[in-house]
Nanobody, 122 residues
Framework: QVQLVESGGGSVQAGGSLRLSCAAS??????????MRWYRQAPGKQRELVAT???????SYGDSMKGRVAISRDNAKNTVYLQMNSLKPEDTAVYYC??????????????WGQGTQVTVSS
């Protein structure tokens, strides 16, 4: 079935950068995930939208990280990236990839990755 596999999280000092990746796959199926999004959830807080990108490359950003992040994608690989710069301790959270995918077998659904931890120390 559909799998979203994230990578690139880790620990970094304030002011540093990280690049997250998320690859979507569906065994035996051709598809184009549209859109793809990054969310994050800090302890005790609600999950919030960080960035969105469509298959055509249109992007939008949530207020919390606007100006410090850039979302991009490789349609051929159904992979989305999140470049995060000037990281702050308050950016510490689990970052989740989300993709809306249509499959003939199951229709249109939203899928989630397992999450990747980002920890920013002061």
């Amino acid at each position: 079935q559909v799998q979203l596999v994230e990578s690139g999280g880790g620990s970094v000092q304030a002011g540093g950068s990280l690049r997250l990746s998320c690859a979507a796959s569906a065994s035996g199926s051709l598809f184009l995930a549209n859109p793809m999004r990054w969310y994050r959830q800090a302890p005790g807080k609600q999950r919030e939208l960080v960035a969105t990108i469509t298959s055509g490359g249109s992007t939008s950003y949530g207020d919390s990280m606007k100006g410090r992040v850039a979302i991009s994608r490789d349609n051929a690989k159904n992979t989305v990236y999140l470049q995060m710069n000037s990281l702050k301790p308050e950016d510490t959270a689990v970052y989740y990839c989300n993709a809306r995918i249509y499959l003939l077998t199951s229709g249109l659904n939203d899928y989630w990755g397992q999450g990747t931890q980002v920890t920013v120390s002061s």
